[in-house]
């Protein structure tokens, strides 16, 4: 016996409002991480109730404006989870596939009606964002804060993969005439997307939960960071960590890094390894390849992209703290002929 797809649709509602509200309230009093997770987690919720009016509403309301609210969810909680990783938003190809996606839902209801097609649409655009977020957690995750982006990882990949073959099955195997009708494969796609709001919310309370402890235990316990600091000069006092990816973010949002992906990506890198206590990583060899794609047969005598870089780096960080960062209580260098970051408090 197959449940009634409006039913299941109304509790993805509720599923998907409920960890909504309650990230809204607690990012409103206290603004921690998961800003854009909480407008996705809204933003789903809405495109949702939409499509539960179907029949009820002009179709530019149920399907149109509804399908745009998903794929923005989708968005937000992508930059959400790559501001999380401290990696740059690139905000063209987001819009880019977007405007795509919602053109061809607009094209395949107003000039060729075929929900159908409308459904593989929005499965692969829906389906890539969520296994692009997936693998931005999955990727280089942080020694012992590892179970929040395993399992926000594991979630979004997997959900990502049932939303593209849900579309390649319904179009291929199982075409629909109404979005509601009562197949194993509706049933089963509302079932998911309940379960999914469910586990992607309790994921970034384990993330958030486990960023903010580690920012805790960089302010009350700065000893535990000793490790590292025996690789840097030594500092009249210990920056603690979470001063550290505040500075890192101010400077990354700042007009001398913004319009540069690799210095954003060089800097980060830096920051996180150093703080991480494994300054063994950032040697000439190991920049070049992970910063600059160079590979495993990278051979810093020959190729000098890492001094000249570098040097690149040093001058950019001058320029923002002679403009936009002459009054942060924070200084993030790197010092001539090192790639280790050192941090220390700027007189103020």
């Known amino acids: 016996m197959l449940l009634d797809t409006r039913t299941l649709l109304v509790v993805a509602v509720v599923v998907a409002l409920v960890p909504g ?4 309230l607690v990012w409103h009093t206290k603004r921690t991480y998961p800003g854009r997770w909480v407008l996705g987690n809204l933003l789903a919720a809405l495109a949702l109730l939409l499509l539960r009016l179907r029949g009820s509403v002009p179709d530019w309301i149920s399907i149109v404006l509804a399908n745009a609210m998903a794929t923005c969810a989708g968005i937000a909680f992508l930059q959400g989870i790559r501001r999380f990783r401290r990696l740059q938003i690139a905000w063209w190809p987001e819009c880019a596939l977007g405007a795509l996606t919602i053109s061809a ?10 929900i159908n097609v ?6 692969v655009a ?34 990502g993969i049932i939303q593209v073959i849900r579309g390649i099955y319904v179009f291929a195997f199982a075409p629909v005439t109404d979005l509601f009708d009562r197949s194993p494969s509706n049933t089963l796609f509302f079932l998911a997307a309940s379960a999914g709001a469910v586990s992607w919310s309790l994921g970034f309370i384990v993330l958030t939960g ?7 235990e ?28 505040r500075q890192l973010q101010r400077i990354l949002e700042s007009d001398v890094f913004r319009r ?9 890198l830096v920051v996180e390894r150093s703080l991480l206590g494994h300054p063994e990583e950032l040697k000439e060899y190991a920049l070049g390849r992970d910063v600059f794609n160079r590979g495993n047969d990278y051979d810093p005598r020959a190729d000098s992209i890492v001094r000249v870089e570098a040097q690149r780096l040093r ?3 001058r320029e923002y703290y002679e403009s936009q960062g002459n009054g942060d209580p924070v200084l993030i260098d790197l010092p001539a002929g090192s790639y280790v970051p050192v941090f220390r408090y700027l007189p103020g």
């Open 21 to 24: 509200l309650m990230g809204a």
């Open 105 to 114: 839902v607009s094209y395949f209801r107003y000039v060729i009606d075929n």
């Open 118 to 123: 409308r459904i593989i649409v929005m499965s």
């Open 126 to 159: 829906l389906g890539s964002i969520g296994i692009a977020c997936g693998v931005i957690l999955l990727k280089e995750m942080p020694r012992g804060r590892r179970t929040g982006p395993a399992i926000t990882g594991l979630v979004f990949t997997l959900a």
């Open 210 to 216: 486990e960023r903010l402890g580690a920012d805790a």
């Open 218 to 245: 960089g302010v009350l316990h700065p000893s535990a960071r000793k490790a590292t600091a025996v690789s840097l000069p030594a500092l009249p006092r210990i920056v603690p960590e979470i001063e550290v990816r």
């Open 260 to 268: 540069s992906a690799q210095m954003e990506r060089f800097l980060t």
């Open 315 to 317: 001058r950019k960080l």
